[in-house]
C-alpha cells in the first residue's frame, strides 16, 4: 500500500491488510494489519486496532495492540494499549495503565528509517484529560466549601432578622387595635353631641312658631336655648378635635426600638 498524496492514511475498523505497505505521511489504524509498515511520519494504533509484524516510522503512538519487531525514533503507550515484541526506539513513554511486554534497546540509526515529513496526527494525551477533570473537581469543591462556609457565619445574623420581622406586625397589630377603639369612644361622643344639638334646634323653633303671648317668657327660654346651643357647641368642637387627634396618630408608623 502506498500513499503517494502525504495525506493521512486511515484504515477502518472494518478492514484487514496483509502484506508489505510504504506510507508517505502520518497514518491511523483502527482495523488489522500483518506484515511490514514503512513510515515518514507518525503511525497512530487505534483502540480496537492491531497491527502484527515489523514497522519502521518517525513515531508509533499506540492505543491498541503491537506485537513484533518496531523501529522508530519514539514510543508512545497510552493507557489502554499494549506493545509486546522487540523495540528499538530513542525515546519511550509509558502512560499510566500502558502495558510494554518484550525488550527495548536504543536506536535506531537513521539510515534504516524512511526519511522524515513534517506530518503529524495531533492526538489529546490521557495526562491533560486527568489534569483538567482534577483543576475541575478542585474548582467545584472550594466553591461548595465556600457556600458552607458562609451559610454557617450568616446563620444567626439571619435569624435575627427573621425574629425582628415577625415581632414588628404583632408590635403594628396591638397599636392599631387601640388607635381605633379610642376613634370608636370619640365618634360616639360626638355623634351624640350632635343628636343633643339638633334637639335643642328644633324646640328652639317651636317656640318661634307657637306664638307665645308672654315675649318675655319666650325670650329668656330662647336666651337659655342660645345659651346650651353655645356649650354644646364647644364640646362638640373639642370632640372633633379629639376624633382629628386620634386619627393622626393612627396614620403614624409604627417605629420599633432597634439597638
Do not use: W
Request: aromatic share 4%; with cysteine.
Amino acid at each position: 500500500m502506498n500513499n503517494n498524496n502525504k495525506g493521512i492514511t486511515y484504515i477502518g475498523a472494518d478492514m484487514s491488510l496483509e502484506g508489505d505497505m510504504t506510507i508517505q505521511g502520518p497514518a491511523m489504524i483502527a482495523g488489522k494489519t500483518m506484515g511490514t509498515i514503512r513510515s515518514s511520519s507518525q503511525i497512530n494504533i487505534a483502540v480496537g486496532g492491531e497491527v502484527e509484524g515489523e514497522v519502521y516510522c518517525q513515531e508509533m503512538r499506540v492505543s491498541g495492540v503491537f506485537k513484533g519487531k518496531l523501529h522508530c525514533n519514539k514510543l508512545i503507550i497510552v493507557s489502554s494499549g499494549v506493545v509486546d515484541g522487540e523495540v528499538s526506539s530513542h525515546q519511550m513513554e509509558i502512560y499510566d495503565g500502558g502495558q510494554f511486554v518484550g525488550m527495548r534497546s536504543k536506536g535506531p540509526d537513521e539510515s534504516v528509517l524512511p526519511p522524515a515529513t513534517s506530518s503529524t496526527i495531533k492526538m489529546p494525551t490521557m495526562q491533560d484529560s486527568h489534569t483538567k477533570t482534577s483543576s475541575r473537581k478542585l474548582a467545584y469543591a472550594a466553591v461548595a466549601a465556600a457556600v458552607i462556609i458562609g451559610g454557617v457565619l450568616l446563620q444567626p445574623t439571619i435569624s435575627s432578622v427573621l425574629n425582628n420581622d415577625q415581632e414588628l406586625p404583632l408590635q403594628a397589630s396591638v397599636n392599631t387595635d387601640a388607635s381605633e377603639s379610642d376613634i370608636a369612644q370619640n365618634a360616639a361622643l360626638l355623634l351624640q353631641d350632635v343628636e343633643q344639638q339638633n334637639a335643642f334646634i328644633e324646640q328652639q323653633e317651636e317656640l318661634i312658631g307657637a306664638g307665645q303671648s308672654d315675649i318675655n317668657t319666650a325670650m329668656e327660654d330662647l336666651h337659655a336655648l342660645e345659651q346650651t346651643s353655645q356649650e354644646l357647641g364647644d364640646t362638640l368642637h373639642d370632640d372633633e378635635q379629639q376624633f382629628e387627634d386620634s386619627e393622626a396618630e393612627l396614620s403614624l408608623p409604627t417605629t420599633s426600638n432597634k439597638p
